[in-house]
């Protein structure tokens, strides 16, 4: 075994949260209203039977198949070949999500907060500090990730209250102006984020208590539904038809709070959540990375590739995009449905699910044949 | 081994210590407490900026033109351009500290800029991540450089006056964030409240003085068409139910005097209907008034007074919300009423085809007013 | 200012190597093989980038490859 750390399958759900939800609430808004416009709250429901579906299938994989991971599992699946062209594909996939999500970070930190700090002293400390995370082990990020946890809802549930003042109901109204396919086509998008869901499959091999890690691990993709139709029903009741003039509409909306005139200018409440979200997002997809990428190379220990590894994704993620307008065109595709994560988070562990149900059925009846 | 330690310690000590890059001391910065937008007659714009100085440090030190009267530290300096980043540029030269937008808090534009269009100038204050979408935002009837050099006798400078001035919510308190919702809505209509400089007492200097707001512009698409007094305003107030204070004096016919009341609770609510093609709207407004000034010799106490007083308030508001829709239905042709609004809510599947050319159907819509006054005390006593 | 880019970030190659390179276990020629090779490979990728800022990033190359098979999807559908 290649990791000696376990986690519970309380930690992972909140591992998932943090990975799911860290840049979620910033650009969900804005990204879901070109669509959905007043009715972006209704989106995550759309969008939540696919989180749920990914977290089945890896689920599923994982009974078949209990101390292995995708990349190992792909091999007995698909026969050596094969599967680690697939394990391949796989890790290729998940290089480029880490790098963009490193991007996404460095990017917003320059252009909201430190314009004149060269991008890769942001990024380059960003991966320094998570590459220390990933070589404690999965038992240190699941920890951390349960730490930042009751942080991250306080100062959650105190940006909300103090928009409260701020917000007015017309401005939701009215309710599926043009029926239901606007919020439908809005949470195209989302399948981005629930799709990444599917990257459970590195963790269910370390748990403790494997029977709960199906409950676990739907349980945080309702928790994070519920978060981000908060979130978007605040900013819509906060902003209305100005949101997508925002780039990250709950930033401004925090700029905006202005209590008694002296509780203001809170951004910097919504940046360390965002901070200790994105901290453990980054760690969550660098841990899977390393562990793929030594697994894939049937080596007995991940310690050694952290740092190359981690120079590889911030290398990556430094020139992922090089201008916004690159970013957005990214987007675009993103929101038509077409999306790195839904490859690796649904369509692969779909394909290989279905493989290894034929091929257990064939063996099977060759038994049945058999015992006949 | 120690020495692999040694320099990989630091290593990272040189990746720590390259923080502080966009470290700001605030001895270093200029904070703005406010904007002032003008056109030049060669068709530039003139950005002046109300600079705060803290006291002690006499505000006096760079150039600017340092005002000093009475409490008051503020540096005034402009710079021009062919837009509002180039003028901050040319600003930028005459400064010689960096300017900190964050607590700019007023912005005003002159009623030229305001002509041919405010959006695209306003865009450079969305963009940048520092000004405030709070910040209160007004159009000047002269000149904008003049109205920051005003010297208030009481407060610290011109733009805290006016932020004031908005505050108390007696006319239109238009925010950034207000006006891009505004610029951004079905009708495309907006209104800002409008300032002009009140004449100086007599034996003051003329610059102390402040300015105020005495009425309102409305845009289209940006672009101011007009104006309209403070009497209409507060009846744009009431349909947009944002009436927070106005006083209503009525002179009942049979009484001999007038009666004034101050408002205490005022709610409109718009109930639109669709009558085939013909849109109605019904102004349902519901008001609680104190009585604050009595010159008749009624008795207000008097149960049939007190009816007939009623009455009359209703007739007193609902005459000014007919004058102000006389004005901005027919003669502007302006929907800064929120009608647009309320019907694409109330009925969104029709509001498709209306939205074509509400621009047409916006006059003809049909207003049927439901006023319901009440008032509700008469003062703690009465003149014997 | 290139030459300085690269220089650093050979630097900071070395520093990973004389970090790492040790605590690996002389037996196992493997890991060692694996870790140099990713390092290199990082390595190269920012030599690349330092040299020709404007060259692709795999982030563009997987959407370029996924609007290649939507084409396709669609060009199948239709």
């Known amino acids: 075994m290649i990791e000696k750390g376990k986690i519970s399958a309380l930690q992972m759900g909140i591992l998932m949260y943090h990975a799911i939800i860290a840049t979620g609430i910033l650009f969900i808004p804005s990204t879901v209203y070109e669509a959905a416009k007043q009715d972006i709250w209704i989106s995550p429901i759309w969008a939540c039977p696919l989180g749920l579906l990914s977290v089945y299938i890896a689920y599923k994989l994982h009974t078949l198949y209990p101390n292995n991971t995708i990349i190992q599992y792909s091999e007995h699946i698909l026969g050596t070949l094969l599967g680690k062209l697939l394990g391949f594909v796989l890790l290729l996939l998940l290089y480029t999500s880490a790098s963009v999500m490193i991007w996404q970070y460095g990017e917003f930190v320059v252009s909201e907060f430190l314009p004149h700090t060269p991008k890769f002293v942001i990024i380059g400390m960003m991966v320094l500090l998570c590459a220390f995370a990933v070589h404690g082990g999965l038992e240190v990020i699941g920890r951390l990730a349960e730490m930042v946890v009751p942080i991250f809802f306080l100062l959650f549930f105190i940006i909300i209250i103090l928009l409260l003042p701020d917000i007015e109901i017309k401005r939701m109204l009215p309710v599926m102006e043009n029926g239901m396919m606007p919020s439908i086509k809005g949470s195209v998008t989302l399948y981005t984020w629930f799709a990444q869901f599917g990257i459970i499959y590195f963790f269910l091999p370390f748990l403790t208590n494997r029977e709960k890690g199906m409950k676990s691990g739907m349980f945080s993709v309702l928790i994070v539904t519920f978060t981000l139709m908060l979130t978007n029903i605040i900013i819509i009741l906060v902003f209305g038809n100005v949101t997508e003039n925002f780039n990250a509409p709950l930033m401004s909306a925090t700029r905006y709070i202005s209590i008694a005139e002296f509780l203001s200018h809170l951004e910097a409440l919504v940046m360390a959540i965002w901070l200790a979200g994105t901290f453990i997002k980054i760690c969550v997809f660098y841990y899977a990375v390393v562990l793929g990428t030594a697994q894939w190379l049937n080596l007995s220990n991940y310690h050694s590739l952290v740092l190359p590894v981690g120079l590889l994704i911030g290398v990556f993620g430094m020139q992922a995009f090089l201008n916004s307008a690159e970013a957005a065109e990214h987007f675009r595709i993103v929101s038509q449905g077409f999306m790195d994560t839904l490859v690796y988070g649904v369509i692969i562990p779909m394909f290989l699910f279905f493989v290894a149900y034929i091929r257990k059925l064939r063996i099977f009846k060759q038994k049945g044949r058999r015992e006949r | ?384 | ?78």
């Open chain 3, 1 to 78: 200012m290139k030459g300085i880019y690269i220089l650093s970030i050979t630097a900071v190659v070395l520093l990973i190597f004389i970090y790492q390179w040790p605590k690996i276990e002389s037996t196992k020629v493997k890991e060692k093989v694996a870790f140099a090779t990713i390092t290199i490979i990082g390595w190269v990728a920012s030599i690349i980038y330092i040299v020709f800022p404007y060259s692709t990033s795999p982030a563009k190359i997987v959407d370029f490859i996924l609007i290649k098979l939507k084409n396709i999807i669609l060009a199948l559908f239709s």
């Open chain 2, 1 to 384: 081994m120690r020495c692999t330690k040694v320099i990989y310690f630091i290593g990272i000590i040189f990746f720590l210590l390259t923080g502080c890059w966009d470290r700001k001391e605030t001895n270093d910065l200029w904070v703005v407490t406010g904007v002032g937008l003008d056109q030049t007659k060669g068709g530039e714009v003139e950005v002046t900026v109300e600079i705060h100085s803290p006291s002690g440090n006499e505000g006096d030190g760079a150039g600017g033109e340092g005002n000093q009267a009475g409490g008051n530290k503020t540096i005034l300096q402009t710079g021009k351009g062919v837009s509002i980043p180039k003028a901050i540029e040319d600003l930028d030269t005459k400064l010689p500290r960096e300017i900190l937008w964050s607590h700019t808090e007023a912005i005003v534009i002159n009623k030229e800029l305001a002509e041919t269009g405010i959006r695209e100038e306003l865009d450079f204050f969305i963009r940048h991540p520092e000004p405030r979408l709070r910040s209160y935002v007004f159009i000047s009837e002269g000149n904008a450089k003049d109205i920051m050099a005003l010297l208030p006798p009481l407060e610290r400078s011109s733009s805290e006056v006016l932020i004031e001035l908005a505050k108390s919510e007696i006319l239109m308190k238009v925010t950034l964030f207000d006006l891009m919702e505004m610029l951004k809505g079905e009708s495309g209509a907006s209104i800002l409240p409008m300032i002009d400089i009140l004449p100086p007492e007599e034996g003051k200097q003329p610059l102390e003085t402040i300015a105020y707001i005495n009425r309102s512009a409305i845009l289209e698409h940006g672009r101011m068409i007009g104006t309209i007094t403070d009497r209409l305003t507060r009846g744009v107030l009431w349909f947009r139910n944002e009436i927070k204070e106005s006083t209503v004096t009525v002179k009942p016919e049979e009484a001999d005097g007038l009666i004034s009341m101050k408002l205490i609770k005022g709610r409109t609510e718009l109930i639109p209907k669709i009558d085939g093609n013909q849109l109605k709207m019904t102004v349902k407004v519901e008001t609680i008034d104190d009585v604050i000034q009595n010159k008749t010799n009624w008795d207000l106490k008097n149960m049939e007074k007190h009816k007939m007083l009623e009455k009359e308030l209703a007739q007193k508001i609902e005459m000014r919300l007919t004058d102000t829709l006389e004005m901005v239905q027919k003669e502007m042709e302006v929907d800064i009423i929120d009608f647009g609004e309320t019907f694409r809510q109330k009925h969104p599947d029709k509001w498709k085809s209306i939205k074509r050319d509400w621009k047409e159907r916006f006059p003809s819509v049909e207003v049927t007013f439901e006023i319901k006054a009440s008032v509700l005390r008469t003062g703690q006593g009465s003149i014997p």
